[in-house]
């Protein structure tokens, strides 16, 4: 059985590293269209071969699709035009709907899964991926019941020899959940960034003086590319706007309370909010 | 020698742990106005003995103040009329310009430096304090020409026994520029809790199900005490709102290229964001 991957980042790579140490599959190919990402996975033992995405379709059983979101809502439906009836494939974007939406009455529908794992970091490329990223975190299997029970089967075999934990939801929930809980985050932490930045322009040697651990977590997304967070954001465009307006709504709850001396409702407001503590994301 | 701690937390602790550990001081006496803390405090090996605050003035030679910025601007002056005028005092509150206008003309002001060490964590009281949590990071010393040659000996001894790394500025300078790279993190991550728990009250299980890495660093700030938080805020307000709207405008710059869809304003905003990642906090 070959497995074929289709961006060999972060995910993609992590992904067959760890699907390789299982003996899962016979052969990795793979293929890329940055050529140093693509030669650096053969290197780094992320997929025995490199091929053209023609000759990838045709040849594999597996096919995940790890590319940014436009990447696989272009690529999708050709993809699916051109598989055997047999082969499965899975993708890994950030959001469902859009691309769930694309292919919704392709007659081979049900040998695509849609799935999000969730386990980015702000790291990206073939270089930063390894076979444990993905270990005790959670993925999202969307619209599920537009699968085929086969191909259910064989995505759900690799997500456990990934040790990941299942989650279901409609593709529609998921983009709206996934808006607040990792969309929104990303473009507080890129503005955070911005406002700094410009803030300390010309004065660097202050800000590195200064920068301590607090603005060193809240801007770590910041250094996410933006070559995978643009077509998310573009992708998910309606739900982030919302909440976007939810959270500058707060924020400017916040900032009025201040201005009024209105304090004792600020000290609901953090103590309210010092509830993340009893979350644990895993 | 004896060294006097005022507020046994997180900070007052670790400089407690680490100066007596380094054998600077003979006796380490302390005070709490949480009698928990206190008692843990001695059991922790932070100070040899609890005694009342008046006490404890009249018997240090080295006074460290490190309780919430509001306790410090109010005890402060009392405690620069009890002392004699060989004791050093010193702060580590995260807001300098208030704390040093209140005192500025007091006859004793020479006796007081004014310091940040930059190294809170979300996490508070003297259980939390360890003695290498200064290892390598920065401490603000403000206005230090108002402070006597002798206690600024004194002070920067200590933070060299902390292993600090000094940085000299007015305290005006210290709260504008902390305001942006300390305060409206803290701020924006408080909110970041706030509309995300909002968001997802009576959905525990989808949020738990779904959160990841991402949101767990940039909402790490929400879990911080308001008890020191809000005083901080309080006591740098004009320029928290400056940081809080300029940061409010960034974002609507942000959503209004989004809604426009102007991406390649979005994506150079970004790319101009990642800089952050050339910024090292150590």
Same mark, same amino acid.
């Given at each position: 059985?070959n497995i074929g991957i289709?961006?060999l980042?972060?995910?993609g790579g992590?992904i067959g590293l760890?699907l390789r140490?299982?003996?899962?599959g016979?052969k990795f190919i793979g293929t890329d269209?940055?050529?140093?990402?693509a030669?650096y996975a053969v290197r780094l033992g992320i997929v025995d071969e490199i091929i053209?995405?023609?000759?990838l379709?045709?040849?594999?059983?597996?096919?995940?699709?790890?590319?940014?979101?436009?990447?696989?809502?272009?690529?999708?439906?050709?993809?699916?035009?051109?598989?055997?009836?047999?082969?499965?494939?899975?993708?890994?974007?950030?959001?469902?709907?859009?691309?769930?939406?694309?292919?919704?009455?392709?007659?081979?529908?049900?040998?695509?899964?849609?799935?999000?794992?969730?386990?980015?970091?702000?790291?990206?490329?073939p270089?930063?991926?390894?076979?444990?990223?993905?270990?005790?975190?959670?993925?999202?299997?969307?619209?599920?019941?537009?699968?085929?029970?086969?191909?259910?089967?064989?995505?759900?075999?690799?997500?456990?020899?990934?040790?990941?934990?299942?989650?279901?939801?409609?593709?529609?929930?998921?983009?709206?959940?996934?808006?607040?809980?990792?969309?929104?985050?990303?473009?507080?932490?890129?503005?955070?960034?911005?406002?700094?930045?410009? *803030?300390?322009?010309?004065?660097? *040697?202050?800000?590195?003086?200064?920068?301590?651990?607090?603005?060193?977590?809240?801007?770590?997304?910041?250094?996410?590319?933006?070559?995978?967070?643009?077509?998310?954001?573009?992708?998910?465009?309606?739900?982030?706007?919302?909440?976007?307006?939810?959270?500058?709504?707060?924020?400017?709850?916040?900032?009025?309370?201040?201005?009024?001396?209105?304090?004792?409702?600020?000290?609901?407001?953090?103590?309210?909010?010092?509830?993340?503590?009893?979350?644990?994301?895993?």
């Open positions: 059985m289709i961006g980042g972060l995910i992590s760890r140490k299982s003996n899962f016979d269209s940055n050529q140093e990402n030669s053209p995405l023609q000759d379709v045709m040849q594999s059983s597996v096919i995940v699709l790890s590319i940014p979101v436009d990447g696989i809502k272009k690529i999708l439906p050709i993809i699916l035009n051109q598989i055997n009836t047999n082969t499965v494939i899975l993708d890994t974007g950030s959001t469902k709907y859009d691309i769930c939406n694309q292919i919704h009455s392709h007659p081979k529908r049900n040998r695509f899964v849609a799935t999000h794992p969730i386990a980015g970091i702000e790291n990206s490329g270089v930063s991926a390894y076979s444990n990223l993905f270990h005790k975190k959670k993925c999202i299997i969307c619209d599920s019941e537009l699968s085929a029970p086969d191909a259910m089967d064989v995505v759900t075999k690799i997500y456990s020899i990934l040790k990941m934990r299942i989650i279901y939801m409609t593709s529609k929930e998921h983009d709206l959940d996934i808006a607040y809980i990792s969309h929104l985050p990303h473009v507080i932490s890129f503005t955070l960034a911005s406002t700094v930045l410009k *803030k300390f322009k010309n004065k660097e *040697k202050i800000f590195n003086n200064m920068m301590g651990s607090g603005l060193n977590s809240t801007t770590r997304l910041a250094k996410s590319q933006p070559e995978t967070w643009l077509p998310i954001f573009i992708s998910n465009k309606k739900n982030l706007i919302q909440a976007i307006d939810f959270y500058i709504d707060d924020l400017n709850k916040f900032r009025n309370h201040l201005i009024n001396k209105e304090f004792h409702d600020i000290n609901q407001y953090m103590k309210k909010a010092n509830d993340i503590k009893n979350k644990k994301y895993v």
